[in-house]
């Protein structure tokens, strides 16, 4: 645990609407909104990254793409822990010129930047895609889309990892049921069981869902595509 990032996580609670702007996909093109919330993001994947990344064994995939991987910081933690990847980071250009522009962007060079909307454009194929807090602002159809979209464009026997905080308990008062509650009352979606994010990959395709809770508030969820 870094307390330094803690610290840092705390001095950005204060201004939560421009980042659910952001998660929407509805943010200004502010750079300096932009340097916040890269900063925002690299500290948490700091705090809770690895335990993410580890929730499985990920090394037999090499071809990452991070949709919605913002400034590269979970780009940076995955290549840090299965360095043969190689990972495209796929975020609005908006959010890819902002990062780039305040220098907030990961450089390395297996990591790669490409802009585009993932419900407008086309997406690039890869072995494993990792979805982090961005289904939780979605509603169930745009979830099945983008799903299907991934589904899609995935490399027989690859997979996709999707990263949320789970609702285990829906009556406990713990981080799940607080954001299910921000991201109801502010965004279009809401956050899922683990059963629910199931019929969601199945629906859309994926078969073998599995799902680890890491002991942090973000927990993992992976579902593969057979080899043809
Ligand atoms: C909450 S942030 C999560 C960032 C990163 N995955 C993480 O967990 O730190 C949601 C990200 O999805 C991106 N995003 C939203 N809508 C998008 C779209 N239609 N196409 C591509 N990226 C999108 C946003 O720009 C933002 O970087």
């Known amino acids: 645990m870094h307390y330094g990032d803690v610290n840092s996580l705390g001095k950005y609670t204060k201004s939560q609407w421009w980042q659910v702007k952001i998660i929407s996909g509805k943010a200004t093109s502010s750079t300096e909104q932009t340097a916040m919330y890269a900063e925002f993001v690299t500290c948490g994947w700091n705090i809770f990254g690895n335990d993410v990344v ?23 933690k995955f290549i840090s822990v299965y360095p043969e990847s190689r990972v495209t980071v796929y975020d ?26 993932f419900f407008q454009d086309p997406i690039p194929s890869a072995d494993l895609y990792i979805i982090a807090r961005v289904t ?21 026997g690859g997979a ?6 789970f609702l285990k308990d829906t009556t406990d008062a713990g981080v799940p049921n607080l954001l299910n509650f921000i991201m109801l009352f502010l965004t279009g979606g809401k956050e899922r069981t683990f059963e629910e994010v199931t019929i969601l990959l199945e629906n859309a395709g994926f078969q073998d869902v599995e799902f680890k809770i890491t002991g942090t508030y973000l927990d993992a969820i992976i579902g593969r595509k057979a080899l043809e």
């Open 92 to 117: 609005l250009p908006k959010m890819i010129k902002g990062a780039k522009q305040c220098n907030m962007h990961v450089k390395d060079p297996r990591i790669y930047f490409q802009e585009g909307d």
């Open 136 to 156: 939780h602002v979605l509603p169930e159809e745009n979830c099945i889309e983008l799903l299907r979209k991934v589904y899609a464009a995935c490399n027989p």
């Open 54 to 76: 580890t929730a499985f064994d990920l090394s037999s995939f090499k071809n990452i793409c991070d949709l919605g991987g913002a400034s590269g910081a979970l780009a940076k």
């Open 160 to 165: 996709v990892l999707l990263v949320e905080s």
